[in-house]
Each structure stands twice: as structure tokens, then as C-alpha cells.
């Protein structure tokens, strides 16, 4: 096993190969070079961004139809209603048709064979569409799963469908690290975690089997705290996550100080299959260590790896707390072939690495070959925050949470803070 290290922490880059399960674990490289602003926000060379629309609502989660209007999943409603549709009818790069339908809030969206699917915080929908992607009755979805777990943190239910016939739902747990006083400053784990048998995990599902619930559904991954970015890789059939690591490992002042907890439990990409378990909330995973350790609440010390040997192991660990809220595998024909089948995640800032400052706010790169990742993930579009340091999330004037790719390839990053949808495109010299 070899390790590069390059810098500090948050700009280092780390490479490991485990020969073994062939894991690949790669840390931060450092912002690209040759960066340019645009609407705002710094790209690579022979990037440009635009915005093509603003203030539309807190907007989540994003889909581009075949014909390049974008429906938009809101997290709170305007005017009663929760899905955008939004279209620039002039081609001047602005949205100057918007309609609007769904009374419910929620995250996930995506367009699969003639449907679009849509969730709240406790149910599925499918809207059937005509032949350019646009619903047909926006009052009458079907109700395809209902009764989710819908708890006070990580009510929100991200989806994404295969080729088979199947939708993944995201069911994030409703608990930290499943304490018995939750975020309870020494509090014991509960053992075993009870949530884990509807929550913190993925469940696959009939994407066409009307007001289906647990008992129907398949848990298809567990020991996953929240999953807001998935995607389906089409290039190997796989589906790949990005979990948010968990919080407040200083609750543990013996083992942990809140610098600590700022740096160490990483934000964990996964390449997994039916029956998988990512070891949440047993096991976190270590960026300073490089490896998988036993959580406080079950009798970890920041060294112990009880537990912990048989679980999932990412094959990418990010910077602890930047809150990943959209994972993008690339497959456009606009953007240089470094970025073919490549993964956009979007990072949204979190809140936990107080007094430190916080980290995430950008689009990231990483390059895969084969369905594996084959080199240092980078930042791709920095800038969104609009300020150069963000001590709080509230300091941040925009956040990036959603990502979707248009028919010409072009990249759309969504904002939730005031509503911005952002486009960027590639042109070559």
C-alpha cells in the first residue's frame, strides 16, 4: 500500500491501492488551474456558465427533458405547488415560461421510459409524458410507493431507476448515530440500531406497481445515514452513492476535541450492490486514518476496528462535512474526454465543522475509467458561496444541490438558497 500526500489536509491529495479489493480512495487535488468567472462561479479553461434562471424557489433536485426545458423539485412550496416546469421559448438563455404543478414538497426527480418521477418526504409519484417530455396530467399521478419513513433529519427521499424496471429510493435515517438520547453528549448507541430496518439505506422498488410500501420493497443497501446523490452508472449497471458522513463525533470529549470531528469522518462514495452494507452508524470512515473505525457510541476510541472489517469500503472518501446532494455520472459528448463517464457531485455545505470553517459549496470531478475511479478527485465549479470563507451556512449566498445533464450535454447545477439555475458549457479554443 502506497500514500501520496501533498499539502495540508484539505488540499492534499491521497492515493491508496489495495490490492486486495482493489479499493481506491482518493482524497481532495487542488482547485484547477486556468479558472475563469463566470455568472460568478470559477471553472476550468474553455468553461463558461450562465445563469438561466433565478429566484425559481428553492430548487433541489433537477431533470432535463429531451428538448431542454427543466422540471425542478422544490422544497417548499409557491402558490401551493412543489414540481417547476421551466423553458427558455426564445433561446436567449433565460427562462421566460414556467408552469407549475404538484402540492407536495420533497427532492428526488428524474425522467425514466415516458414517466416522470417525483417524490415528497413519505411518497413516489409517476406523471406519464408525451412526446416531448411533458406531463400530460399534472393533477393525476399515480402513487406508486407510499408510508416512508419520514422523520425530523433526512426526510428527504432521492431516487434514481435501472434498466430492469426498478427505482432505488434513498430513506435517510432519522437519527445521527442512533444514540439512545439522540446527539446526547456521551450517549450510548441503541444495539442494534433499530431505525435500520426502514430507514438508512436504499430500498428497490417496481417503478410501475401502484401504492407499494415497505413490505413490498426490497432493502436493497444498508448502513447508509443519508444518501441524497445517486446515480445509476449505465457503462457497468451498477448503482453508485454518496452517503453524508456523521456528525458530532466531539460529543465524545475523551476521544474527540472539535477540530477533530471537523476533519475525520469522511463524506463516503459507494459502488454497491444488493444486499451491501456501508456500516453506518457501527462504523465511519477515517480520512486521517485511511480505513474504517468504530463509531464512540458502540465503544469506539478513534482506533478500534471492531465491527468494522466486513463492511463496505468507499471508493472515494471526501473532506468530512461538505454535504454531498447530487452525484452526476457525465455521458455528454459536449465536455473533453477527460470527463466522459466521469462523476459531478454536487457539495452543499454543512453546517458541522464549527469553529473551523465550513467546506463544500462547489461542483466536484472525479475522473473514472471502466467504472472505477482513475485519479484525484477536483473541484470543478467553485464560487458558488460568494464569499471566500464561510463560517456559516448562512454566510453562503448560494448553495449547489442538484445537477442534470441537458441534450447538448451541457451541465445544470441547481441552488437552493435563492433559487438559481446555473448552465455551463464547453467551447474549445
Given at each position: 500500500m502506497r500514500k501520496y500526500f501533498f499539502g495540508p489536509l484539505l488540499f492534499m491529495t491521497v492515493l491508496i491501492i489495495n490490492p486486495v479489493n482493489d479499493l481506491l480512495i482518493l482524497q481532495r487535488n487542488k482547485k484547477p488551474?486556468?479558472?475563469?468567472?463566470n455568472a460568478g462561479l470559477k471553472l476550468p479553461a474553455g468553461f463558461s456558465a450562465s445563469v438561466l434562471a433565478d429566484s425559481v424557489g428553492r430548487a433541489r433536485h433537477i431533470v432535463v427533458t429531451k428538448k431542454g426545458a427543466l422540471y425542478i423539485k422544490l422544497s417548499k412550496l409557491i402558490n401551493g405547488k412543489g414540481i417547476l416546469l421551466v423553458k427558455d421559448t426564445d433561446g436567449d438563455g433565460k427562462i421566460d415560461d414556467i408552469k407549475?404543478?404538484?402540492n407536495y414538497i420533497g427532492t428526488g426527480i428524474t425522467i425514466k421510459d415516458g414517466y416522470l418521477y417525483a417524490s415528497s418526504n413519505d411518497e413516489v409519484f409517476r406523471y406519464a409524458l408525451d412526446e416531448n417530455e411533458e406531463v400530460i396530467k399534472p393533477d393525476s399521478p399515480e402513487k406508486i410507493i407510499t408510508g416512508l419513513i419520514n422523520g425530523r433529519q433526512h426526510n428527504t427521499k432521492s431516487l434514481v431507476l435501472d434498466d430492469k424496471g426498478y427505482i432505488y429510493v434513498n430513506i435517510g435515517s432519522p437519527l445521527n448515530s442512533c444514540q439512545e438520547i439522540d446527539r446526547g453528549v456521551g450517549s450510548k448507541g441503541k444495539d442494534p440500531c433499530p431505525v435500520l430496518d426502514s430507514a438508512g439505506g436504499i430500498w428497490q422498488f417496481r417503478a410501475d406497481k401502484i401504492n407499494q410500501t415497505y413490505k413490498e420493497g426490497i432493502g436493497y443497501a444498508t448502513g447508509l445515514r443519508n444518501v441524497m446523490g445517486l446515480d445509476w452508472n449505465y457503462q457497468i449497471n451498477e448503482l453508485f452513492v454518496i452517503q453524508h458522513g456523521r456528525?458530532?463525533?466531539?460529543?465524545?470529549p475523551e476521544y474527540f476535541n472539535a477540530k477533530q470531528n471537523a476533519d475525520i469522518p469522511a463524506e463516503e462514495m459507494f459502488m454497491i450492490k444488493k444486499g451491501a452494507n456501508c456500516g453506518?452508524?457501527?462504523?465511519?470512515?477515517?480520512?486521517?486514518?485511511?480505513?474504517?473505525?468504530?463509531?464512540?457510541?458502540y465503544g469506539g476510541d478513534g482506533k478500534k476496528t471492531t465491527r468494522c472489517e466486513g463492511v463496505e469500503q468507499p471508493i472515494v472518501a471526501f473532506p468530512a462535512h461538505v454535504a454531498p446532494n447530487a452525484l452526476l455520472f457525465y455521458t455528454g459528448s459536449m465536455f473533453p474526454d477527460k470527463y466522459k463517464n466521469g462523476a459531478f457531485v454536487a457539495f452543499h455545505g454543512s453546517w458541522n465543522r464549527s469553529p473551523e470553517k465550513q467546506e463544500g459549496y462547489y461542483v466536484a470531478f472525479v475522473p473514472f475509467k471502466?467504472?472505477?475511479?482513475?485519479?484525484?478527485?477536483e473541484i470543478f465549479a467553485d464560487g458558488f458561496a460568494g464569499v471566500e470563507i464561510v463560517m456559516s451556512p448562512k454566510q453562503a449566498q448560494?448553495?449547489?444541490?442538484?445537477l442534470a445533464q441537458g441534450p447538448d450535454g451541457a451541465?445544470?447545477?441547481?441552488?437552493?438558497?435563492k433559487g438559481t439555475i446555473y448552465k455551463i458549457v464547453y467551447k474549445s479554443n
Open positions: 488551474s486556468g479558472v475563469t468567472e407549475s404543478f404538484g456528525d458530532q463525533l466531539d460529543m465524545f453506518w452508524p457501527y462504523c465511519y470512515f477515517d480520512v486521517q486514518q485511511n480505513k474504517k473505525v468504530l463509531a464512540p457510541e471502466d467504472g472505477k475511479p482513475s485519479g484525484p478527485w448560494h448553495r449547489p444541490c442538484g451541465l445544470y447545477v441547481s441552488d437552493d438558497v
